[in-house]
């Protein structure tokens, strides 16, 4: 398995946006997002799949879109209207089997890059 690396993570304030990014995606089935805030369990944010279905946890969904580059192995997470709560590290990961926000299915993760959401 290739090792994935992200990138994107800063210091934004309340409302704004950043983009996160995370390669090499290799030949995953499912690409995904997931983020842990200190003192709190990791939790699913967005995947999607080699064919593009996507799935997103209620508590970014219309604020955050995951997708994918269909030229280099690399997918994304767009973060609009950040909230002081979206504040956590966030992981990308990658799976072989069923795709979904459930940490469960995915075999291959990422280092972790911060995000913090300041009021």
């Known amino acids: 398995q290739a090792q994935l690396v992200e990138s994107g993570g800063g210091t934004v304030q309340v409302g704004g946006s950043l983009r996160l990014s995370c390669g090499d995606i290799?030949?995953?089935?499912?690409m995904g997002w997931f983020r842990q805030a200190p003192g709190k369990q990791r939790e699913g944010v967005a995947a999607?799949?080699?064919?593009?279905?996507?799935y997103y946890a209620d508590f970014v969904r219309g604020r955050f879109t995951i997708s994918r580059d269909n030229t280099k192995p690399i997918f994304y997470l767009q973060m609009n209207n950040l909230k002081p709560e979206d504040t956590a590290t966030y992981y990308c990961?990658?799976?072989?089997?069923?795709?979904?926000?459930?940490?469960?299915?995915?075999?291959?993760w990422g280092q972790g890059t911060q995000v913090t959401v300041s009021s």
């Open positions: 990961a990658t799976g072989g089997g069923r795709c979904s926000t459930d940490s469960r299915y995915f075999t291959n």
């Open positions: 290799s030949s995953a089935n499912c």
């Open positions: 999607i799949s080699r064919p593009g279905s996507k």
